[in-house]
Every structure is written in C-alpha cells, then in structure tokens.
C-alpha cells in the first residue's frame, strides 16, 4: 500500500490521547503536547483547551505563546483546539446568550494565539443565536468553528443542526466529522470488558456478529430497559448508544462541501475484517475528486478501559492511517 496521501490533507495527532499522561501530572500538559511532535509522531496536533492549564477558560496570552513557540521550535503547529461552553450557572440557573458568549470569546482568542485554524464545539451546542453573535469574532481572528458530529449524530439524525451550518454558508462555521460515525463493528477490547461485566452472552454474540442490525439495537435497549446493564460496565454500555455509530461512508455523501476536519477516532488497534482501515478507506474514496483541505486527526477513544502506552497507540494508528488515506490518493492521482 502506498503512504502518499494528497497534497491538501493533513495527518495530525489529538493531544487528548495523553489524556492519562496529562491526569497523572507527571509532566506539565503543555510539555506532553510539545513530545507529540518532538518525539516524531506528528507535526501538526489537536489539544484540548481544558487539559493545558489550570488558568482555563481564561489562559493568558503568555500561556497560549509559549507552547505556540515551543511546538514551532520543534517544528509543530497546532491545527484544532477544543473548546467548551458552560451552558449553566449554579445553581442551575441557564446562562444567556451573551454570557456564553463571553466565556467562549476569551478561547477564540487563545486559539489565534496558539496559530490553529480553528476552534472545535459539539454540533449544535451554539445554536443559530450565539453562532450569528460569533460569526464577526471568527472574521476578525481568522478562525474556523468546527462543530463536531460523532457517533450516532448522523445527518439524518440531528437534521437541523447541520441544516442550521448549511444555511449559514460561511466558511468560518464548519463541520468536524468523527469516524466513530463509520463503524461497520465494535472493538474487540470493549468486547472484552462487557464480557468481564457480566452482559448476557446471547447479547454479546449479537454484538460481535450483527453489530449493524436494527435489532441489534433493539436487543441493546432492551436489556437497559430492564434495568439488567451490571452497574460496572453501566458507562461503557451507554457508548453503544452515543460514541458508536452504525452508518456508510456513503451517508455523508450530502454534507461533505460542509466538512472541513474528520477525527479518525479508533479505539484499539484490532484491524481484523478491515474494522479500523475500511471505514477510512471509504471516507477518502468518499473525498476522490472534492476540493478537500483539512485535518485527518487520530483520536484515541479507548483510553478509556485501556492503559496502552499513548505514543505507542497513535504512532501505530497514524501509520495504518496514511495506508488508508493513501489507497484513496492514488485513484484520485491516477
């Protein structure tokens, strides 16, 4: 398979697969994300806001400079910054549209300090009103407001939000789609740990084999209506109802002159039936021929029930990455 991969797509690395590195504080969090790019993974990455400093959601241009110059010093840049905003003040008293703004401001403006393209919310989370306050503000700095739509948030399902960024049609608001979108089965490992929690092996089989079926899905609320989820795994079984999706690389057929980033979510490195590798593989056939020119972002979602070594995991996930992309690139050449 070839590693080249089209000349307007750029491979990056999410900074929040160090997330346990960054929780165990052994490192200061902006010292893990310049390791990213100085031990050779990737030039360019994705951080989170939130886990850099502890002056957030109001870190200081110094800040924001510093690890700006220190990636550059190792020949890395930020590309996406993910942002938050919180919808509530205590206690449980909604914030208005301007106070949310005015905690999302100060984060647009680190992330023009930082050098990214762009800033990333939830799709949907700003709403029409507080993306029309926005809009100047994203003008004025340059910037991209990724919403990002994950799992089962499909175009059919969330039809409004997207709707909402079609009708915008202004290149500063722009879709981030994660591939967790795309898949065709469930991880092995998560497997695994439902397995150890004592979910019912008739459904477990059912998961293994017909994870796509609709009444797969069924079964799953089923048992969760029943109250029989062991509360160890009570989490984890609700990602089948949110992280995980169900759908083709063919369903984004419609959105994606909206796209302007894809996070290429995996959670292990179990690419047997093609499971990690196909679902990229159809996104950049999906891509052959668009005007495309973004971020590809590995993404580690099984941190969460794994202690792999991060840099170990995305090192190998980037490779299997630029394979996949790359099988794409070369019909596009050809």
């Given at each position: 398979?070839?590693?080249?991969?089209?000349?307007?797509?750029?491979?990056?690395?999410?900074?929040?697969?160090?997330?346990?590195?960054i929780?165990?504080?052994?490192?200061?969090?902006?010292?893990?994300?310049?390791?990213?790019?100085?031990?050779?993974?990737?030039?360019?990455?994705?951080?989170?806001?939130?886990?850099?400093?502890?002056?957030?959601?109001?870190?200081?241009?110094?800040?924001?400079?510093?690890?700006?110059?220190?990636?550059?010093?190792?020949?890395?840049?930020?590309?996406?910054?993910?942002?938050?905003?919180?919808?509530?003040?205590?206690?449980?008293?909604?914030?208005?549209?301007?106070?949310?703004?005015?905690?999302?401001?100060?984060?647009?403006?680190?992330?023009?300090?930082?050098?990214?393209t762009?800033?990333?919310?939830?799709?949907?989370?700003a709403?029409?009103?507080?993306?029309?306050?926005?809009?100047?503000?994203?003008?004025?700095?340059?910037?991209?407001?990724?919403?990002?739509?994950?799992?089962?948030?499909?175009?059919?399902?969330q039809?409004?939000?997207?709707?909402?960024?079609?009708?915008?049609?202004?290149?500063?608001?722009?879709?981030?789609?994660?591939?967790?979108?795309?898949?065709?089965?469930?991880?092995?490992?998560?497997l695994?740990?439902?397995?150890?929690?004592g979910?019912?092996?008739?459904?477990?089989?059912?998961?293994?084999?017909?994870?796509?079926?609709?009444?797969?899905?069924?079964?799953?609320?089923?048992?969760?209506?029943?109250?029989?989820?062991?509360?160890?795994?009570?989490?984890?079984?609700?990602?089948?109802?949110v992280?995980?999706g169900?759908?083709?690389?063919?369903?984004?057929?419609?959105?994606?002159?909206?796209?302007g980033?894809?996070?290429?979510?995996?959670?292990?490195?179990?690419?047997?039936?093609?499971?990690?590798?196909?679902?990229?593989?159809?996104?950049?056939?999906?891509?052959?021929?668009?005007?495309?020119?973004?971020?590809?972002?590995?993404?580690?979602?099984?941190?969460?029930?794994?202690?792999?070594?991060?840099?170990?995991?995305?090192?190998?996930?980037?490779?299997?990455?630029?394979?996949s992309?790359?099988?794409?690139?070369?019909?596009?050449?050809?």
């Amino acid at each position: 398979m070839t590693t080249d991969i089209p000349a307007d797509w750029t491979l990056s690395a999410s900074a929040f697969n160090w997330s346990s590195d960054i929780v165990r504080a052994e490192r200061a969090a902006p010292d893990i994300a310049t390791s990213i790019v100085a031990d050779g993974i990737a030039s360019v990455i994705e951080v989170e806001l939130g886990q850099l400093w502890r002056s957030y959601p109001l870190p200081t241009d110094a800040e924001a400079e510093a690890l700006r110059e220190s990636l550059a010093a190792v020949g890395g840049r930020v590309s996406i910054v993910g942002a938050s905003i919180d919808d509530w003040e205590l206690p449980a008293r909604r914030r208005s549209d301007a106070e949310r703004l005015a905690f999302l401001l100060p984060q647009l403006h680190t992330a023009h300090r930082l050098g990214a393209t762009g800033l990333r919310l939830p799709i949907g989370q700003a709403g029409p009103a507080l993306l029309n306050h926005l809009l100047p503000h994203l003008h004025d700095l340059e910037l991209v407001l990724f919403e990002e739509a994950q799992g089962r948030q499909t175009p059919s399902a969330q039809a409004a939000d997207y709707d909402a960024i079609a009708a915008l049609d202004d290149p500063h608001v722009r879709l981030l789609i994660d591939i967790s979108m795309l898949m065709p089965a469930l991880p092995p490992t998560y497997l695994e740990q439902l397995r150890a929690g004592g979910i019912p092996s008739d459904l477990l089989s059912r998961l293994t084999d017909e994870w796509r079926d609709p009444a797969t899905h069924d079964a799953v609320m089923a048992l969760l209506r029943s109250g029989g989820v062991p509360g160890s795994v009570h989490t984890l079984y609700m990602d089948m109802l949110v992280r995980f999706g169900r759908s083709d690389a063919a369903d984004l057929r419609g959105i994606l002159p909206l796209v302007g980033a894809f996070h290429l979510k995996f959670w292990d490195l179990d690419d047997s039936d093609s499971r990690i590798s196909a679902p990229i593989q159809a996104l950049a056939a999906e891509l052959a021929g668009r005007d495309f020119h973004g971020t590809f972002t590995s993404e580690w979602g099984g941190l969460e029930w794994l202690d792999d070594d991060a840099a170990t995991m995305t090192r190998a996930h980037l490779a299997l990455a630029r394979d996949s992309l790359g099988t794409a690139g070369t019909r596009m050449v050809a």
